[in-house]
């Protein structure tokens, strides 16, 4: 902080947020710029101020999980912002489960549905009640969001090189 100043913004408002808990785009003004100034950089990180500081004693801001996802990845889905990399974390933090997953988000009357489909490993399917209750409970503390989970047999999910595919938005954007 001592040479930069870095700001938290809220997507949609553009307004500058201060307390914790709250995501947002990373913004950096460099103060030991001269030539060539960078001010109120858009870095496209999406980050959220920590309600602790180190233990070290320094004073400085922290940002909670470091950064969290991209404003361009970031998709708005039951009035919360979602990153797809955030679900991704989570899945592939599961070593019951495959990291193979897809994602698909669809529209019903007013209300966003959001669907996680995922394979357990054959030799943990005698714990797919804990691991789906574990799998809810992790991906609603780090997206805030709660999901309908599909379980597919495993090895039968797409195969996908680019991330991109995993995540399927299928509501009417109009």
């Known amino acids: ?12 408002t553009g307004e500058i947020i201060e ?3 709250r995501r947002g785009k990373m913004i950096i003004t460099a103060f030991d710029r001269i030539a060539q100034p960078c ?3 858009d870095s496209k990180d999406i980050i959220e101020w920590a309600d602790y500081n180190c233990a070290c004693g320094r004073t400085y801001r922290i940002a909670k999980g470091g950064v969290v996802g991209r404003a361009d990845d970031i998709t708005k889905v ?6 797809p990399s955030a679900i991704e974390e989570v899945v592939r933090s599961f070593k019951e489960l495959s990291d ?11 209300i966003d549905d959001i669907a996680l489909k995922i394979e357990i490993k054959p030799e943990n399917e005698g714990q797919k009640d804990a691991i789906l209750n574990r799998l809810k ?9 709660g999901y309908k989970i599909e379980v597919h047999p495993f ?3 797409p195969r996908y090189d680019v ?12």
Do not use: Q, Y
């Open 1 to 12: 902080e001592g040479l930069f100043l870095v700001e938290i913004e809220d997507v949609n």
């Open 19 to 21: 307390e914790p808990g």
């Open 137 to 145: 409970d992790e991906l609603r503390v780090k997206t805030n969001l």
């Open 163 to 174: 991330k991109a595919k995993r995540f399927k938005d299928l509501r009417d954007k109009h």
């Open 100 to 110: 193979e997953f897809e994602v698909t988000v669809t529209k019903k009357g007013d």
């Open 78 to 83: 039951k009035g919360v912002l979602l990153a």
């Open 155 to 157: 090895g039968t999910l």
């Open 39 to 41: 001010v109120r950089f």
